[in-house]
């Protein structure tokens, strides 16, 4: 635990990465009282961070089909938080549907999750009325929510400065020169410190259309990767994601074909949609592929959000700041080193 001398209010906080995970901490912190910085080496665009490229689903059931149950939990407790914070945030549910010939994984996707309900075509096209006629039936998991990265991360940073804290933009620091309780969120910045990091490629399609309207993210059951359609506003559907072993950057023409394919498979009309943007981001990621807080006396890393960034980052800021203020571990994320 952090010894402090002064009163818990008194000690300085700074984070490192105003990426999902960071932008999280220091809401936390500077709501309780701390006197919270947070250092971001890139802009306001946030184009550096792996947050910029993310779907932004907040899915702990569907995640729940590949991920450790710590996951669930953790998504879960997030899922509170996003609604006590941005009670804006779009709690209408995700569908899962599945082409005729994935109907064996989309039955086994069905016995592996739970907090879902079978429709039918015409409960789907109740739901969704652009769907009407495309699938057979779909799971309705009508407790997970969405947010769109890009407009949710600027929030949140204003919501630190009006909480008292402050972001500063283009400040490149390291952990070590930084005083009082560091917080690092570097994400794949923190590898030189964090040897067992890595990056874990995801590419996303980002696609204009006024021809399809959904109000939820649709997932397409996959033979190798859960690949889905979120909704934007302004008549934007982003297109996501692989999950490939590879750091470099870009997406590769096998990935686009099945990325356009998905969403040609969800209604043919978006083959008239205009592609905007073709991009890709690391999830930055440890063996096992779950998040660690690693505490070296005052200087907190948190790291290895993986897939699960949206998902669990609001949890993850409510332990740190348990730890920090009250010394409450929680043994399954946290190590001392
Ligand atoms: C295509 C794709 C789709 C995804 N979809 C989802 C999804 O639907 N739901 C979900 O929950 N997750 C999703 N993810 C995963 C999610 O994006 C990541 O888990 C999350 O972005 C990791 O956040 P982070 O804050 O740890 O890292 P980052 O977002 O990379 O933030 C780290 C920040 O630290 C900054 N930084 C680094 N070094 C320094 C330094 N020395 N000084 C100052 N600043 C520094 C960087 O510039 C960066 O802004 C997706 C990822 C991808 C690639």
Known sequence: MYQSKTSRGDSPVSIIGAGIAGAWQ????????????????????MNLATSHWAGGMLAPY???EVAEPIISRLGLR???????????????????????????????????????????????????????????????FANEGHVEPRR?????HERIIAAGGIVKFGSEV????????????????AREDEPELRGVKGEMILIETSEVKLARPVRLIHPRWPLYVIPREDNLFMLGATTIEAEDWGVS?????????AAYAVHPAFAEARILEFGSGLRPAF?????RITIRNNKVAVNGLYRHGFLIAPALAELTLAYVERGQLDNEVMRCA
């Open 26 to 45: 220091a809401l936390v912190f500077a709501q309780a009282g701390h006197p919270v910085t947070l250092h971001e080496r890139s802009d306001a665009t």
């Open 62 to 64: 569907c995640e729940s």
């Open 78 to 140: 997030s899922l509170d938080l996003w609604r006590k914070e941005l009670p804006d945030t779009p709690f209408n549910g995700s569908l899962v549907v599945a082409l005729a010939r994935e109907r064996n994984d989309f039955e086994r996707f069905a016995r592996m999750t739970s907090g879902h309900e079978r429709l039918d075509a015409g409960g789907l096209a109740a739901l969704e009325p652009s769907l009407e006629g495309r699938f057979r039936d779909a799971l309705f």
């Open 152 to 156: 949710v991360l600027p929030k949140l």
């Open 174 to 189: 390291s952990v070590e020169e930084l005083d009082g309780i560091v917080i690092d969120c570097r994400g794949l910045g």
């Open 253 to 261: 023409l096998r990935s686009a074909l099945e990325l356009l394919g």
């Open 287 to 291: 063996p096992d592929n779950l998040p």
